[in-house]
């Protein structure tokens, strides 16, 4: 492993001026939460940082605060901490399952909010060190390789899939995204804080080097709002999502007012489908309303060689999650 240097800013200001820091000395900087990930960035020469920025010991970017009915959640907050809070289960329940569904107690124990949002890539080729469009190159491995696990919507110059799942959960509550930089505070959509490729293949989101996700705030949950997320794996053991849905409805008895699907596993960004939502605004949501909508979210899907098998699996659990909540 490449040496480097540690640095526990006090704030996220300071981490950011310490990233632009680096950059301004002709030295890289990589920030840090519960390092889970970025370790083995490291380990595997992917991330050469000369200085880790961490951030986990922040004091007070953990919390979970409500405020005018909009809930404010640290990006420090532990994945396993989120997955239990009383009231993003009671409210948001479909960032809670999310949470809970990530890897393993372990992962979920070290790993934070920011750090899932913000993980790179797992495109066996990128992670193997090869020179695609991720790693700075000029091609992407997949398109003509092992693509079982890319894009089916929204790729090209990569074809990776978003790998977060608390990102799905994010995307289907409308959050906002604050994020910190030497200089000051922004905030985006999660509609404008992920990024797809043809905007900047090496990237995810928005963020700038020097730039950190601070917090997220949820917007005040409805009174009829009801959510869920479902993730499909290819084994017994915790992984990232083959395909998986957060679906989130403000129902009034059977009828839905309004709806929000995103799916994940599908594509190098969270991926909202509107037009399903239109299907059940305003209706009664019956089994076969569901697969309407199911159906509806699939149109327009382009598989590569080897994964067109995520079609069906995608609408599935759609319908699925759609009965389930519409239910609840
Ligand atoms: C075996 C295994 C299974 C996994 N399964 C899943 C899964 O099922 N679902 C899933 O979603 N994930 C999965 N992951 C990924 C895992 O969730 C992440 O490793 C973890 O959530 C990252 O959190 P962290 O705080 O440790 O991030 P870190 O490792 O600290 O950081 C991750 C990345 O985000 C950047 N970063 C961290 N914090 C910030 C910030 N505040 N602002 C800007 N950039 C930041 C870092 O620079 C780094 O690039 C898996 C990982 C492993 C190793
Ligand atoms: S899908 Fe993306 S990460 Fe994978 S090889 Fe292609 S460019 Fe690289």
């Known amino acids: 492993m490449r040496s480097f240097s540690n640095a526990n800013p006090r704030d996220m200001q300071q981490a950011a001026k310490?990233?632009?820091?680096?950059?301004?000395?002709?030295?890289?900087?990589a920030f840090a939460g519960g390092g889970s990930d970025m370790l083995g960035l490291i380990k595997e020469r992917i991330a050469t940082p000369d200085v880790l920025v961490h951030l986990k010991g922040i004091q007070g970017a953990n919390?979970?605060?409500?405020?005018g009915g909009a809930t404010v959640i640290g990006g420090q907050i532990s994945l396993s901490d989120l997955s239990h809070n009383q009231v993003i289960l009671k409210r948001y329940a479909v960032l809670?399952?999310?949470?809970?569904?990530?890897?393993?107690?372990?992962?979920?124990?070290?790993?934070?909010?920011?750090?899932?949002?913000?993980?790179?890539?797992?495109?066996?080729?990128?992670?193997?060190?090869?020179?695609?469009?991720?790693?700075?190159?000029s091609q992407c491995f997949s398109f003509n390789g092992e693509n079982q696990f890319h894009a089916i919507f929204g790729g090209g110059p990569s074809f990776i899939v978003h790998p977060s799942d608390t990102a799905v959960a994010l995307?289907?509550?409308?959050?906002?995204?604050?994020?910190?930089?030497?200089?000051?505070?922004?905030?985006?959509?999660?509609?404008?804080?992920?990024?797809?490729?043809k905007q900047n293949a090496a990237k995810e989101n928005a963020l700038a080097y020097d730039e950190v996700l601070a917090s997220v705030e949820l917007p005040a949950a409805a009174a009829g709002q009801r959510s869920s997320y479902h993730k499909v794996l290819d084994r017994d053991a915790?992984?990232?999502?083959?395909?998986?849905?957060?679906?989130?409805?403000?129902?009034?008895?059977?009828?839905?007012?309004?709806?929000?699907?995103?799916?994940?596993?599908?594509?190098?960004i969270p991926w909202r489908v509107p037009e399903a939502e239109k299907v059940l605004t305003g209706q009664r949501v019956t089994p076969e309303l569901a697969a309407r909508a199911a159906e509806t979210a699939l149109a327009g899907a382009q598989p590569l060689a080897k994964n067109a098998y995520k079609i069906p699996l995608t609408k599935e659990i759609v319908q699925r999650t759609v009965s389930a909540v519409a239910r609840a």
């Open 18 to 29: 310490l990233a632009q820091q680096a950059r301004m000395e002709g030295r890289n900087a």
């Open 63 to 67: 919390k979970v605060e409500t405020k």
């Open 96 to 137: 809670a399952e999310a949470a809970g569904s990530v890897a393993t107690p372990q992962i979920r124990n070290a790993g934070t909010l920011a750090g899932n949002v913000c993980q790179r890539p797992w495109c066996w080729y990128f992670r193997n060190g090869f020179p695609c469009f991720k790693a700075g190159g």
């Open 171 to 197: 995307m289907a509550l409308d959050a906002k995204f604050r994020i910190v930089g030497p200089s000051g505070q922004r905030t985006l959509s999660a509609a404008d804080f992920f990024t797809l490729p």
């Open 238 to 268: 915790w992984t990232h999502a083959v395909v998986s849905t957060a679906v989130v409805l403000d129902m009034n008895g059977d009828t839905c007012r309004s709806a929000r699907i995103v799916l994940g596993g599908v594509a190098p």
